[in-house]
């Protein structure tokens, strides 16, 4: 009796060690790849401006390659804009992903609009490129309730082509032709032939911008003395620039005027806000000045003249797409 009481024992020790043995190769063994936690896919689902922040609802794919169901804990995260730290965040998740399966969670992301002209400024001089890189990790446990993470990074890239929409919108309403009146009386004629800009970089706190615009006298002897920009975002002035030209044109003669234009890099924040609140479909307007002088018996004259007010859209279709 002894003798069978003592093999049935081990009989049952046996048994417990292999499903010890078995479950620990199935769930946890570190050598044995069979599975993994993957982010396939990472967009704004929707969003909400606020005063001095920006919400975002974020969905992540997260795809389950093991053979079992995991229960998705929580999910950890940095956002960061060319290597500059835009947000972070931790967000609860509670969700069973099947195994071998992919399915969506939902995470809640807080940007500080004091940060978001960074990522303005960095879309502007790195090509109209826009790139979000998000730093993370997904906590889950295993049917064991072992606790595990996978670490993640995941890239968003969407570029735009701002200044060939603004060369674009010039080159369908060039040529201008300005008339130039001094008391009823025409004292010149100016032919805007050619417009081009293009985001230079950035110095002293300021973005700037370059461009060229190609003038014509039609009629009258001046002199062009300057050339001023402004800028506006939904009517709201965010850039302004003067350069002293000094070129003297007479009848049939032109030039090419080269211009700054300089936009505050912390007026980007304003951009940013602005222009989600207004579902990404935004109107920027440029408008151009001449300063002209002409001579005469009667002495120096020097008028300012309005020579284009362009409305340029801008649709960047970033967050509601």
Not at 131 to 152: E, H
Request: glycine share 6%; hydrophobic share 45%; with cysteine.
């Amino acid at each position: 009796m002894r003798k069978q009481a003592l093999l049935t024992m081990l009989a049952l020790v046996s048994i417990v060690t292999a499903a010890i043995i078995f479950q620990y190769i199935i769930f946890e063994a570190p050598w044995l790849k069979i599975g993994m936690i993957k982010i396939r896919h990472i967009g704004v689902s929707s969003y909400k401006v606020l005063n001095s922040l920006t919400l975002l609802n974020v969905t992540i794919k997260v795809e389950n390659t093991f053979p079992f169901n995991v229960f998705i804990v929580y999910i950890v995260f940095k956002v960061y804009s060319y290597g500059n730290f835009i947000a972070s965040g931790v967000d609860i998740i509670n969700k069973t992903v099947a195994s071998e399966s992919i399915s969506a969670v939902n995470v809640n992301v807080t940007i500080p609009n004091d940060k978001a002209y960074k990522i303005v400024a960095d879309y502007l001089l790195n090509n109209e490129l826009l790139s979000i890189k998000i730093n993370g990790s997904v906590i889950y446990t295993l049917p064991t309730a072992k606790q595990l993470s996978s670490r993640f990074e995941y890239v968003i890239n969407y570029r735009t082509n701002l200044t060939r929409t603004i060369e674009d919108r010039f080159a369908r309403v060039l040529p201008i032709d300005r008339n130039i009146t001094l008391n009823g009386k025409r004292i010149a004629e100016i032919l805007v032939k050619s417009f081009s800009v293009k985001w230079n970089g950035s110095c002293n706190g300021y973005i700037v911008a370059t461009g060229s615009v190609e003038v014509m006298d039609l009629h009258g002897n001046f002199e062009v003395a300057g050339v001023e920009h402004a800028v506006q975002f939904n009517n709201v002035s965010i850039g302004y620039g003067f350069d002293y030209v000094g070129s003297p044109l007479s009848p049939g003669q032109s030039c090419t005027i080269h211009f700054t234009i300089s936009i505050p890099i912390l007026r980007l924040g304003d951009v940013w806000i602005s222009h989600l609140q207004h579902t990404e479909h935004s109107v920027i307007t440029l408008v151009g000045y001449l300063i002209l002088r002409f001579t005469s018996n009667n002495g120096t004259i020097i008028l300012r003249v309005k020579i284009y007010s362009e409305n340029i859209e801008i649709v960047t279709p970033i967050f509601t797409r």
